[in-house]
């Protein structure tokens, strides 16, 4: 079974600073997709970024950008500029062919003032 | 925004009650899923369903019960409600067919069971 697995239960980052969210995931598949979803105190899920794994290219939404290594299935999340909206928690998802998505225990990410 | 609208939005319900939980959406998704999360935690994926008349039950052993007879409707229900299944119930609807498709989420029904 696929699995998705995120290291940092907490992180905090100063606002206007930059951070990076881990997450690892285990597959023996070639094709599937990455997401991160954002979960606001409203407890609305939103999603931030998606990453094809066939394609080498980084994925950038604006202030958000992923570092994809896909050998050693490793799928980052850096914000830049953090902003305080940008507080919640940050789920890392996955999902392959067999197109049921899988969900990593997420992150709580706190920006300071 | 998404149009997947799920209600009640805060439910409180004494024990051994049955409830339904309901989840529809308005862009023609064929793929439905219901999510349950505990605060602060991972979402865990309890059913879903590739279309109508399709279910299927997920990771988390669920005593939950879906139907899909529509494809905008996806309702889970409890037969009878205990303390252990407070949680959070997050629907979610895709449009299926392919594994580049991205999830619509609901606001979610907070459940409490006293």
């Known amino acids: 079974a696929q699995t998705v697995t995120q290291s940092q239960p907490e992180m905090s980052v100063q606002e206007a600073e930059t951070v990076t969210l881990s997450c690892t995931y285990d597959t023996s598949e070639s094709d599937y997709y990455l997401f991160w979803y954002k979960q606001p105190p409203s407890r609305q899920m939103i999603l931030v970024i998606r990453q094809e794994a066939y394609k080498q290219q980084n994925a950038t939404e604006n202030r958000f950008s992923v570092n994809f290594q896909k050998a050693a299935k490793s799928f980052s999340l850096k914000i830049s500029d953090s902003q305080l909206g940008d507080a919640a928690m940050y789920f890392c998802?996955?999902?392959?062919?067999?197109?049921?998505?899988?969900f990593g225990a997420g992150t709580r990410l706190t920006v300071k003032p | 925004e998404a149009d997947i609208y799920q209600t009640p939005r805060y439910l409180v319900i004494g024990t051994g009650k049955k409830i339904t939980l309901e989840c529809s959406q308005t862009m023609g998704h064929d793929k439905m899923y219901w999510y349950q999360q505990d605060p602060g935690m991972e979402l865990h994926l309890i059913h879903y369903s590739y279309g109508v008349n399709s279910t299927e039950k997920g990771d988390l052993s669920s005593e939950s019960t879906v139907s899909r007879i529509r494809t905008e409707h996806f309702p889970l229900t409890l037969e009878s409600a205990r303390p252990s299944h407070t949680s959070q119930y997050l629907c979610a609807s895709s449009v299926g067919g392919a594994t580049n498709e991205k999830l619509f989420f609901g606001s979610g029904t907070q459940l409490s069971v006293l």
């Open positions: 998802a996955y999902i392959g062919v067999v197109d049921d998505m899988r």
